[in-house]
């Protein structure tokens, strides 16, 4: 389990059992012990992940890319995504998240995963049935929560035949930190680079030069955890080209420099990159 704190909220991973190991890569939590509402709107990233977000409090807010605001539903699946979102709580917090593997929702959502590629979608509107054991377990305490969706996503799992394939080669992806060519990817899936990408698109929600250019953009917060060096090295280290090679990509999938952003850093960000996550993060493969 790995948890981390902050002055108003408390994040958390679980890991799955197998077999849900080999589609999710953690359920997390993410708790206020203090008056979260003045907390300050903050942006998560692209990482790469899709989410299940089953939400036990209160709303959270969404600042749109026009300045407008509006409430996130209760429970809901987030999509990849390619540009941030800003989001802030209204008063308490009590999430509980399921983050898959790339390509590990097929497994049990049956949509294209593209349709829903920079949008948060009501899970009702998704799958009413899994809406209604969210509800079911409510009034349940969180251990209790997290128990049995793990149950009802393992019932799931157990009931579907899937290519495992595009999981794995997601997962090695992951594990070179998206130093892997297209070429290579399309080799490796022994398909061709057309194919690829359709599939991609319909299994990971982006195609495969965008997801690698994803997982090494988050690669720059793990590199700026373990050392302390200028922004030159740390594009070197990453697989940049240089400094404003990376530059672009921060202004492309965090709309504002790297120093701004490690400057207005706050909790929710911090939570939500792939610093502080196992490199391997799958058992695929």
């Not at 394939?165 to 930190?177: D, M, W």
């Amino acid at each position: 389990m790995l948890g981390r704190t902050n002055q108003t909220m408390r994040y958390r991973e679980i890991q799955p059992r197998p077999p849900l190991d080999r589609f999710i890569e953690c359920f997390w939590t993410l708790e206020s012990y203090g008056n979260a509402a003045l907390t300050k709107p903050e942006s998560i990233l692209p990482d790469g992940c899709v989410e299940l977000i089953l939400n036990f409090g209160t709303p959270f807010r969404e600042l749109t890319e026009n300045g407008t605001e509006r409430q996130q539903p209760a429970h809901f699946l987030v999509g990849q995504m390619t540009r941030p979102v800003s989001i802030s709580p209204t008063g308490a917090v009590q999430l509980l998240g399921v983050r898959f593997h790339p390509g590990g929702t097929a497994q049990f959502l049956r949509i294209p995963m593209d349709e829903i590629t920079n949008q948060i979608v009501e899970l009702d509107a998704i799958d009413p049935a899994l809406a209604r054991d969210v509800i079911a377990v409510a009034g349940s305490s969180l251990p209790q929560k997290i128990a049995a969706i793990e149950t009802c996503l393992a019932a799931r799992a157990a009931a579907t035949k899937s290519d495992f394939r595009f999981i794995e080669l997601a997962a090695g992806a992951v594990r070179r930190g998206g130093r892997i060519t297209v070429d290579r990817l399309s080799v490796a899936a022994g398909v061709s680079g057309r194919q690829l990408e359709r599939r991609f698109l319909r299994e990971v929600g982006i195609g495969p030069k965008m997801f690698c250019r994803i997982l090494r953009f988050q690669q720059v917060f793990r590199a700026l955890e373990q050392r302390d060096t200028g922004w030159a090295a740390v594009a070197t280290d990453c697989g940049y080209y240089d400094q404003a090679h990376l530059i672009r990509d921060f202004q492309e999938f965090a709309h504002q420099t790297p120093a701004a952003l490690m400057a207005r850093s706050g909790p929710l960000t911090e939570a939500f990159t792939r610093k502080h996550r196992s490199k391997s993060d799958s058992t695929a493969g």
